[in-house]
T-cell receptor
Framework: DAKTTQPPSMDCAEGRAANLPCNHSTISGNEYVYWYRQIHSQGPQYIIHGLKNNETNEMASLIITEDRKSSTLILPHATLRDTAVYYCIALNDYKLSFGAGTTVTVRA | DGGITQSPKYLFRKEGQNVTLSCEQNLNHDAMYWYRQDPGQGLRLIYYSQIVNDFQKGDIAEGYSVSREKKESFPLTVTSAQKNPTAFYLC?????????????FGSGTRLTVV
């Protein structure tokens, strides 16, 4: 699986959009980009995934660059409940590998 | 509701004892996984199983054992051979190989060796 790089932490103001970057420069053509988040002391929660096209669901949007070397997770209107560790994962089989992720703190 | 149930939520073990963590799913998923998480770190894969009666070692399998006798169940035994067993243990399931639909995680078991 391709290695992903994320900033260790970031802050966001409540009600504003949170843009979480992820670099995956060694990603191969058949590797999906997945995003999960983990609220303290809970199991990770699936957010969204994509291969080439941008994706949107009720939780977030995923923007993947044309060369697929990086992506951005967008939380359109961050709330205090979005405070969590966010994991970006590049996956081409069924085994998820989680790095340290980005700790996102949403401030009132 | 479908999901994954891990029990117990908190578990205390004396040093040198084996302990078994339970994981049950009613999602009809073929694949199941066990992860370990230490404070401030990501998740590391211990064992995984794609089908009943078959399982493979993950990245940190030493000191752990599993069984998969039923599709719904994937218990993890932390043996006395595991040097640092105190951690947060997470079980997950997925529909199976090649399915990009994502994984479902349980709420975890926090194991403390006393």
């Amino acid at each position: 699986d391709a290695k992903t790089t994320q900033p260790p932490s970031m802050d966001c103001a409540e009600g504003r959009a949170a843009n979480l970057p992820c670099n995956h420069s060694t990603i191969s053509g058949n590797e999906y980009v997945y995003w999960y988040r983990q609220i303290h002391s809970q199991g990770p929660q699936y957010i969204i995934h994509g291969l080439k096209n941008n994706e949107t669901n009720e939780m977030a949007s995923l923007i993947i660059t044309e060369d697929r070397k990086s992506s951005t997770l967008i939380l359109p209107h961050a709330t205090l409940r979005d405070t969590a560790v966010y994991y970006c994962i590049a996956l081409n089989d069924y085994k998820l590998s989680f790095g340290a992720g980005t700790t996102v703190t949403v401030r009132a | 509701d479908g999901g994954i149930t891990q029990s117990p939520k908190y578990l205390f073990r004396k040093e040198g004892q084996n302990v078994t963590l339970s994981c049950e799913q009613n999602l009809n998923h073929d694949a199941m996984y066990w992860y370990r998480q230490d404070p401030g770190q990501g998740l590391r894969l211990i064992y995984y199983s794609q089908i009943v009666n078959d399982f493979q070692k993950g990245d940190i399998a030493e000191g752990y054992s599993v069984s998969r006798e039923k599709k719904e169940s994937f218990p993890l035994t932390v043996t006395s051979a595991q040097k640092n067993p105190t951690a947060f243990y997470l079980c997950a399931s997925s529909p199976g190989t090649g399915f990009p639909g994502g994984y479902t995680f349980g709420s975890g078991t926090r194991l403390t060796v006393v």
